[in-house]
């Protein structure tokens, strides 16, 4: 059973948490965001954490919410986790007056195909804001 609460990234002890869980599902291939901007959620089985979320305002589309982070340990993958942490972000999104979320996946097929099961649709974005070979997602949410 899993659990999934909205954390305070401004805590030390809870951006620690975000960080060790941040390095164990990006090893080195992200650079740690900044937990003390927008929204955190942890994913627990019993008492350990095992998933780890967030959302920011996104720089990339006016009114939007962008999933800067999403990541479940390895032995935890395969069981909606991530799906999961996905609608809470959105509920935040929704909460927060948003109108859409937007986010990025490379190289990442059971990422891409959670967004598709959660109702994204790939976007062609003005900017482009990742690499060349980057799938753009937005979900309007209004």
């Known amino acids: ?59 990339h589309a006016d009114n939007a919410g962008y999933f800067s982070r999403v990541g479940v340990l390895q032995r935890h993958q395969g069981r909606r986790l991530q799906l999961r942490l996905m609608r809470a972000l959105e509920l935040r999104a929704r909460r927060n007056g948003w109108r859409e979320v937007v986010s990025d996946t490379t190289d990442n097929l059971p990422s891409a195909n959670n967004f598709i099961r959660a109702g994204y649709r790939l976007f062609k974005p003005r900017v482009p804001w990742a690499w060349p070979n980057t799938l753009y997602w937005r979900k309007f949410i209004v």
């Open 1 to 59: 059973m899993y659990r999934i609460r909205e954390v305070d990234g401004d805590d030390e002890d809870v951006a620690e948490t975000l960080a060790d869980l941040h390095r164990l599902t990006f090893f080195d291939g992200a650079p740690l965001p900044d937990f003390a901007h927008g929204h955190w959620w942890v994913a627990y089985s019993n008492a350990l954490p095992v998933g780890f979320a967030g959302i920011v305002p996104s720089t």
